[in-house]
Nanobody
Framework: QVQFVESGGGLVQAGGSSRLSCAAS????????MGWYRQAPGKQRELVAF???????KYVDSVQGRFTISRDNAKNTVYLQMNSLKLEDTAVYYC???????????????WGQGTQVTVSS
């Protein structure tokens, strides 16, 4: 059974930082491209960063230079370090394996509960 458990969000002031964690189970983690997605109110869920099994990373332009994705294969965990947070980063953040990084399609239909990140002015 595939399961993702996200943690680490909260209320952060603009310009601040936050670190998210996602523990995965039920998958062969070290072989998967892992990604962080976010869904802001009234918007579709979007892939913001991913990391492949070799450690290569890619980010959407809106977070490039501010967010850093990393992974610990021994712990089946993927992280997202978010710095210089902006109001527009407010969203619920989820992780999933990535099936197609070009269109952002997730590999699994099941999602965790997500973790809310709220950036205040």
């Amino acid at each position: 059974q595939v399961q993702f458990v996200e943690s680490g969000g909260g209320l952060v002031q603009a310009g601040g930082s936050s670190r998210l964690s996602c523990a995965a189970s039920g998958i062969i983690f070290n072989s998967k491209v892992m990604g962080w997605y976010r869904q802001a109110p009234g918007k579709q869920r979007e892939l913001v960063a991913f990391i492949n099994s070799g450690g290569m990373t890619k980010y959407v332009d809106s977070v490039q230079g501010r967010f850093t994705i990393s992974r610990d294969n021994a712990k089946n965990t993927v992280y997202l370090q978010m710095n210089s947070l902006k109001l527009e980063d407010t969203a619920v953040y989820y992780c999933n394996a990535v099936s197609d990084w070009v269109n952002g399609r997730p590999r699994y239909d099941s999602w965790g509960q997500g973790t809310q990140v709220t950036v205040s002015s």
